[in-house]
């Protein structure tokens, strides 16, 4: 029997014979002696075990993983092997409150008892399996046995030396056939014939990518290469997990296929090339890397991703719900998303740089009225050295100790009081020091985050193209990333907003979806009450207060005479999806309204409410009983949202996650209603030869640059495809799109803040 030892963390009650079945016998050390300790660092580790006397090495948790190897997420290499005899694992103890985790201690846990009874062995990667391609001939012959196998899709991937295809170009691509052999073909081996015949592959097999987006974009802007059937792998996984995070093809291949941690060998190289040559991270490129170390690394992507189509798209294609959305909405969505992110973001360099330099001036000005305030020198005078408001701890001692303002109750992660942005808000009620210092914060992330970044990422027609994600969210909402997150533009600040500005004889045109998740949420209710309330067609809120309250008015008075019933109203509107109670209630109409509005009151509103919109309660307790009992949760257009914490022993987890999946069915229906209709406009402005550019999604936001000629044309059309009925539509009153038309995404508030200068 293999000698065997487990590392733990610190010791713990986890009886972790029983935990592993008694399938085998274990030494068990712990990397700290000592139980009191919240945080375990090297410094504190007084373990004395020798790895090599011991056949097998089970590490428990990230801490024992990080402590003998450099790997720090024990998640993806949980019953992997790694270097040689260590086999990582997640700690077993935290399935009391993270239920979603024991089918990866179950499969690891499987996993580690073959390889220490000598039944499981990794698989060695050569040439018979991953190749190099370097000769135009021999990549033709490559590309030939592709068309020729009888399998309908191959897997293909690009090695580039950047992000964008604008930034970057192309060093090879990979391909795989038949999943049992990858190549590596060289694109500077490429001749007519090449390109030729890789388009008639793209034209007769379905071409499978690990995130077409990115691939996509490269070889359509390198090499003009059409896709008329593709498919990717990454948000077939999507469909399967739908939390963010764990949806690389790295992954993926450790999880789903035999191959485990296939480009350790390249990366390895890269950190003795970096430290050989003093290259920092961020400086390092890919074609620094020779061919015959990216080969291997380059051609098991695409066998690895052809593994993973295998598994998955049967799994998919057997679930009608999630086939739909995977074909009718991903994929149509990453054609779309492809298109846009070309389209670019239209920035104008002049506003951009007039921006930087007023927000640098502003900053100054605030800062300089800070340390000339009496109370701060006092306060550097009885401290002894100067102020610096990006020190929470000198923050916390100004505001709390010698200011003596009142703490909003509000605690980070350690216990201390918060001095976030909401507290500091909240705080300059008592004084003009926290608004003052927000200000100076706020000014600052704006022009550090922004405006600086922005500028050196501009392409050279003055577009940014930043990235667009369909598997970022639980909800289905996209994400952004990239050169810049364009779901967080400031807010409260034109300034960001007013640099997307159109060009000349063109408009910026904003389309966005309103009240949409209370729409989604009456169809689905077949609620006729709430559903009347959009037929109407008069101001949303004060039709409800009036409906809810029964008041004694018009509805087009309801605004002036009961603001607060109709404040109150607003906030059980929008709260009910979230699951808010009076207590919610209660603080949300306070803050919004300025006057205190009690829990009884909250719950008077609630029953009131529900009185008059009976049969949405029914829908909600109906939909909250159902994820409570199943676990998951189906949206309209198919999405599944697994939400197994419902088995969770805290109460407070468990309720957060019934809410979660309520909230799930309405965000998710609404998100995709606007999408599906951008992605119909993206179509319809690409078959009608429009010169109307699609540039971004941000929230429940369209945004295009059109001609002024195509304004109305545009409108109307994307107009009716936003409001299509697909199926959950309001007979009578299609969802609600309101237009902004202006020259710049800040409708006109940049000029009115710097006026007409720039």
């Given at each position: 029997?293999?000698?065997?030892?487990?590392?733990?963390?610190?010791?713990?009650?986890?009886?972790?014979?029983?935990?592993?079945?008694?399938?085998?016998?274990?030494?068990?050390?712990?990397?700290?002696?000592?139980?009191?300790?919240?945080?375990?660092?090297?410094?504190?580790?007084?373990?004395?075990?020798?790895?090599?006397?011991?056949?097998?090495?089970?590490?428990?948790?990230?801490?024992?993983?990080?402590?003998?190897?450099?790997?720090?997420?024990?998640?993806?290499?949980?019953?992997?092997?790694?270097?040689?005899?260590?086999?990582?694992?997640?700690?077993?103890?935290?399935?009391?409150?993270?239920?979603?985790?024991?089918?990866?201690?179950?499969?690891?846990?499987?996993?580690?008892?073959?390889?220490?009874?000598?039944?499981?062995?990794?698989?060695?990667?050569?040439?018979?399996?991953?190749f190099g391609i370097q000769d135009t001939e021999k990549a033709n012959d490559f590309i030939r046995a592709a068309l020729e196998s009888p399998i309908g899709y191959v897997?293909?991937?690009?090695?580039?030396?950047?992000?964008?295809?604008?930034?970057?170009?192309?060093?090879?691509?990979?391909?795989?056939?038949?999943?049992?052999?990858?190549?590596?073909?060289?694109?500077?081996?490429?001749?007519?014939?090449?390109?030729?015949?890789?388009?008639?592959?793209?034209?007769?097999?379905?071409?499978?990518?690990?995130?077409?987006?990115?691939?996509?974009?490269?070889?359509?802007?390198?090499?003009?290469?059409?896709?008329?059937?593709?498919?990717?792998?990454?948000?077939?996984?999507?469909?399967?997990?739908?939390?963010?995070?764990?949806?690389?093809?790295?992954?993926?291949?450790?999880?789903?296929?035999?191959?485990?941690?296939?480009?350790?060998?390249?990366?390895?190289?890269?950190?003795?090339?970096?430290?050989?040559?003093?290259?920092?991270?961020?400086?390092?490129?890919?074609?620094?890397?020779?061919?015959?170390?990216?080969?291997?690394?380059?051609?098991?992507?695409?066998?690895?991703?052809?593994?993973?189509?295998?598994?998955?798209?049967?799994?998919?294609?057997?679930?009608?719900?999630?086939?739909?959305?995977?074909?009718?909405?991903?994929?149509?969505?990453?054609?779309?998303?492809?298109?846009?992110?070309?389209?670019?973001?239209?920035?104008?360099?002049?506003?951009?740089?007039?921006?930087?330099?007023?927000?640098?001036?502003?900053?100054?000005?605030?800062?300089?009225?800070?340390?000339?305030?009496?109370?701060?020198?006092?306060?550097?005078?009885?401290?002894?050295?100067?102020?610096?408001?990006?020190?929470?701890?000198?923050?916390?001692?100004?505001?709390?100790?010698?200011?003596?303002?009142?703490?909003?109750?509000?605690?980070?992660?350690?216990?201390?009081?918060?001095?976030?942005?909401?507290?500091?808000?909240?705080?300059?009620?008592?004084?003009?020091?926290?608004?003052?210092?927000?200000?100076?914060?706020?000014?600052?992330?704006?022009?550090?985050?922004?405006?600086?970044?922005?500028?050196?990422?501009?392409?050279?027609?003055?577009?940014?193209?930043?990235?667009?994600?369909?598997?970022?969210?639980?909800?289905?909402?996209?994400?952004?990333?990239?050169?810049?997150?364009?779901?967080?533009?400031?807010?409260?600040?034109?300034?960001?907003?007013?640099?997307?500005?159109?060009?000349?004889?063109?408009?910026?045109?904003?389309?966005?979806?309103?009240?949409?998740?209370?729409?989604?949420?009456?169809?689905?209710?077949?609620?006729?009450?709430?559903?009347?309330?959009?037929?109407?067609?008069?101001?949303?809120?004060?039709?409800?207060?009036?409906?809810?309250?029964?008041?004694?008015?018009?509805?087009?008075?309801?605004?002036?005479?009961?603001?607060?019933?109709?404040?109150?109203?607003?906030?059980?509107?929008?709260?009910?999806?979230?699951?808010?109670?009076?207590?919610?209630?209660?603080?949300?109409?306070?803050?919004?309204?300025?006057?205190?509005?009690?829990?009884?009151?909250?719950?008077?509103?609630?029953?009131?409410?529900?009185?008059?919109?009976?049969?949405?309660?029914?829908?909600?307790?109906?939909?909250?009983?159902?994820?409570?009992?199943?676990?998951?949760?189906?949206?309209?257009?198919?999405?599944?949202?697994?939400?197994?914490?419902?088995?969770?022993?805290?109460?407070?987890?468990?309720?957060?996650?019934?809410?979660?999946?309520?909230?799930?069915?309405?965000?998710?229906?609404?998100?995709?209603?606007?999408?599906?209709?951008?992605?119909?406009?993206?179509?319809?402005?690409?078959?009608?030869?429009?010169?109307?550019?699609?540039?971004?999604?941000?929230?429940?936001?369209?945004?295009?640059?059109?001609?002024?000629?195509?304004?109305?044309?545009?409108?109307?059309?994307?107009?009716?495809?936003?409001?299509?009925?697909?199926?959950?539509?309001?007979?009578?009153?299609?969802?609600?799109?309101?237009?902004?038309?202006?020259?710049?995404?800040?409708?006109?508030?940049?000029?009115?803040?710097?006026?007409?200068?720039?």
């Open positions: 029997m293999p000698k065997v030892a487990l590392v733990e963390t610190k010791p713990s009650k986890t009886n972790f014979k029983s935990e592993f079945d008694n399938a085998f016998d274990f030494d068990q050390f712990q990397l700290c002696s000592d139980p009191t300790l919240k945080k375990v660092l090297k410094r504190d580790c007084d373990i004395e075990m020798n790895p090599d006397d011991y056949d097998w090495v089970v590490l428990v948790g990230s801490d024992a993983l990080k402590y003998y190897t450099k790997i720090n997420s024990v998640t993806e290499y949980s019953g992997k092997k790694v270097e040689g005899k260590f086999l990582p694992v997640i700690n077993p103890a935290m399935l009391a409150f993270k239920p979603e985790a024991r089918k990866v201690w179950e499969e690891s846990k499987k996993s580690i008892v073959e390889y220490i009874e000598g039944k499981k062995e990794d698989v060695v990667i050569d040439d018979s399996i991953a897997a293909l991937d690009s090695e580039t030396t950047g992000l964008y295809p604008r930034d970057g170009y192309m060093l090879g691509i990979s391909l795989s056939y038949d999943g049992r052999t990858g190549a590596y073909i060289d694109t500077d081996c490429f001749d007519d014939e090449t390109e030729r015949l890789l388009q008639e592959l793209f034209d007769k097999k379905i071409v499978v990518f690990h995130n077409a987006k990115f691939d996509m974009a490269f070889f359509e802007y390198h090499f003009h290469f059409k896709f008329p059937q593709f498919g990717d792998t990454m948000l077939l996984h999507y469909l399967i997990d739908e939390n963010p995070g764990g949806h690389g093809l790295k992954q993926l291949s450790l999880k789903y296929t035999p191959y485990g941690d296939y480009e350790k060998p390249m990366y390895e190289w890269i950190d003795r090339y970096r430290k050989e040559h003093g290259i920092l991270k961020d400086q390092f490129s890919w074609d620094f890397i020779p061919f015959d170390v990216m080969k291997t690394y380059a051609a098991m992507d695409a066998v690895c991703t052809f593994l993973i189509y295998e598994k998955f798209y049967p799994a998919i294609h057997k679930n009608k719900k999630l086939l739909s959305v995977y074909e009718n909405i991903l994929l149509p969505g990453t054609r779309f998303l492809v298109d846009t992110q070309d389209n670019g973001v239209p920035f104008n360099r002049t506003r951009l740089l007039f921006g930087q330099e007023q927000m640098q001036n502003d900053i100054d000005e605030a800062i300089s009225a800070l340390y000339t305030n009496d109370r701060i020198r006092k306060f550097e005078e009885l401290n002894g050295k100067p102020f610096n408001p990006n020190s929470t701890v000198q923050l916390r001692s100004l505001l709390f100790d010698f200011l003596g303002l009142n703490p909003t109750g509000k605690k980070t992660g350690t216990g201390a009081d918060s001095t976030d942005a909401e507290v500091l808000k909240e705080l300059s009620l008592q004084s003009d020091v926290p608004k003052r210092i927000l200000d100076i914060r706020q000014k600052s992330k704006i022009k550090n985050t922004y405006l600086d970044k922005i500028i050196p990422q501009l392409d050279r027609d003055s577009r940014l193209r930043t990235g667009f994600n369909l598997h970022g969210t639980t909800s289905g909402r996209l994400s952004s990333s990239g050169k810049l997150n364009m779901q967080q533009l400031p807010r409260d600040n034109p300034t960001v907003k007013g640099c997307i500005k159109a060009a000349e004889g063109h408009k910026i045109v904003a389309m966005d979806l309103t009240t949409a998740e209370v729409y989604v949420a009456a169809v689905l209710a077949e609620d006729a009450a709430l559903m009347d309330v959009f037929r109407s067609g008069g101001n949303f809120h004060s039709t409800i207060a009036h409906k809810v309250f029964k008041l004694p008015c018009e509805v087009e008075e309801v605004a002036e005479l009961y603001a607060d019933r109709r404040q109150a109203a607003k906030a059980v509107t929008f709260g009910i999806m979230y699951g808010a109670g009076p207590a919610k209630i209660s603080e949300q109409v306070t803050k919004d309204s300025g006057k205190y509005f009690s829990r009884q009151e909250a719950s008077e509103v609630i029953k009131d409410y529900f009185g008059a919109f009976h049969k949405l309660k029914s829908w909600i307790d109906s939909n909250q009983k159902f994820i409570e009992t199943n676990g998951f949760i189906y949206s309209f257009f198919g999405r599944k949202r697994r939400l197994p914490n419902v088995e969770s022993t805290d109460p407070g987890i468990r309720s957060h996650s019934i809410r979660s999946g309520l909230n799930f069915l309405v965000q998710s229906a609404a998100s995709d209603i606007n999408l599906l209709g951008a992605i119909d406009m993206g179509a319809f402005i690409k078959s009608q030869q429009m010169k109307s550019r699609i540039f971004a999604l941000v929230h429940d936001s369209i945004l295009a640059e059109v001609p002024e000629g195509e304004v109305d044309f545009y409108c109307k059309q994307l107009q009716h495809f936003v409001q299509m009925d697909r199926g959950i539509t309001i007979p009578g009153a299609p969802v609600g799109c309101d237009f902004e038309i202006g020259e710049d995404y800040s409708m006109g508030k940049f000029q009115k803040m710097y006026g007409d200068s720039v």
